[in-house]
C-alpha cells in the first residue's frame, strides 16, 4: 500500500483545500457564450426595432406595449392635489388623517399614497408634539 491520501490521486496538481486558480477569475471578464449573443443582437438590433415598430403600427398590441415601456417609462409617482387643514395643532393633524382616509375611500388616492401622506403627517404630528414639550418644559422652569 502507498502512503498516499486517496483524496490526492482524484485531484493531481494540487492539495485538497487549495483552489488551482487562487487569483480567480479577471473582474469584468464575460462568459464566451455572453460575448457570442450580445454580438449577435448587436448585429441586428436595428432590423429587430424596426420590425417591431412597423408590428406596432399594424395593430400588434404586444408590439405596440413594448415600444411604450421603452419610450415611456412607468410614472414611480404622480402629484398629490389634496386639501389638507393646518396642522399645527394636534386637532388640525387628525382631520389631515381623516381627508386622507377619506381621499382613499373616494378612490382619489392610492393606498400606498395614502401611506406616504400620512406618514408625512405622522412626521409632522411629532415636529408638533416635539415644540409642545419644549415650550411646557420652557415654562415650568421659568416658575422656579
Known amino acids: 500500500m ?16 487549495r483552489s488551482g486558480n487562487p487569483a480567480g477569475r ?12 450580445l454580438a449577435a443582437m448587436e448585429e441586428g438590433a436595428d432590423a429587430i426595432a424596426r420590425k417591431i415598430v412597423d408590428m406596432a403600427k399594424e395593430g400588434d398590441i404586444s408590439a405596440a406595449r413594448l415600444v411604450l415601456e421603452r419610450l415611456v417609462p412607468p410614472a414611480k409617482e404622480r402629484p398629490i392635489f389634496l386639501n389638507l387643514p393646518d396642522t399645527s395643532s394636534a ?5 389631515a388623517q381623516s ?9 382619489d388616492l392610492l393606498p400606498g399614497e395614502a401611506a406616504t401622506l400620512a406618514g408625512i403627517v405622522e412626521a409632522r404630528r411629532k415636529a408638533v408634539e416635539t415644540l409642545e414639550l419644549e415650550q411646557r418644559i420652557s415654562a415650568l422652569e421659568g416658575k422656579k
Do not use: D, H
Not at 502507498?2 to 483545500?17: A, D, F, I, Q, V
Not at 381627508?99 to 378612490?107: F, Y
Open 2 to 17: 502507498s502512503e498516499t491520501p486517496r483524496t490526492e490521486n482524484l485531484r493531481p496538481g494540487w492539495k485538497p483545500g
Open 26 to 37: 479577471p473582474k469584468g471578464s464575460r462568459n464566451r457564450v455572453t460575448l457570442v449573443a
Open 91 to 95: 386637532n388640525g393633524v387628525a382631520q
Open 99 to 107: 381627508a386622507i382616509l377619506q381621499a382613499v375611500a373616494a378612490g
